[in-house]
């Protein structure tokens, strides 16, 4: 065969594909999706948070500048941290004692690919209430490098009415 037929042969089935929506059999790199158990594992870093009313305002209590991480193992365990950047200095030497607003944990954590959600069980935190607890959140991935993560029902506020938390993450580079 001639160059000129090779082309032509090649132009027409590129176009029988895009035309009559002709597909070649599925490649291994695309014929296997990922479930969120395997696209959670990872490290990933503070994107944006903010909570959100039932109005639809959305509201930033960590400030500017509020910086996170969340590691996600295939093992099945995990470690968050959130910081705000305008903490006061501490007065005293000891880093033991944190400074305004952090919230750090880690524990065990599960997925649920059927309702979208996973569950964290707490084994120690910065607000001891929550040493020990489980708790359930939704888990959405719009894409392989992103980490959205709300609650599964509004948290009551006896001041701002009640809330949803938005977490986004970026997976680390």
């Not at 014929?31 to 948070?49: N, R, Y």
């Not at 903010?50 to 930033?60: A, C, F, P, R, V």
């Not at 607003?101 to 910065?126: A, L, M, P, S, W």
Request: glycine fraction near 8%; charged fraction near 20%; charge should be negative.
């Amino acid at each position: 065969m001639n160059t000129m037929n090779r082309r032509t042969t090649l132009a027409l089935t590129a176009l029988a594909f895009l035309c009559f929506g002709i597909a070649l059999p599925p490649s291994d790199a695309l014929g296997q999706q990922k479930t969120l158990k395997e696209l959670i594992v990872g490290t990933w870093i503070l994107d944006s948070v903010y909570d959100q009313t039932e109005d639809g305002i959305k509201h930033e209590p960590w400030g500017p500048g509020v910086e996170g991480i969340a590691i996600f193992d295939q093992n099945g365990h995990y470690s968050w941290q959130i910081i705000s950047a305008d903490r006061p200095k501490s007065e005293g030497t000891s880093p033991r004692t944190p400074v305004g607003q952090v919230n750090c944990f880690f524990g065990t954590y599960t997925v649920d690919e059927k309702t979208k959600t996973y569950t964290v069980h707490i084994e120690r935190c910065t607000f001891p209430q929550w040493d020990g607890t489980d708790g359930t959140n939704n888990l959405a991935m719009p894409t392989e490098n992103e980490l959205n993560i709300t609650t599964t029902k509004p948290i009551p506020d006896p001041t701002m009415g009640a809330f949803v938390p938005h977490i986004n993450f970026k997976r680390a580079k």
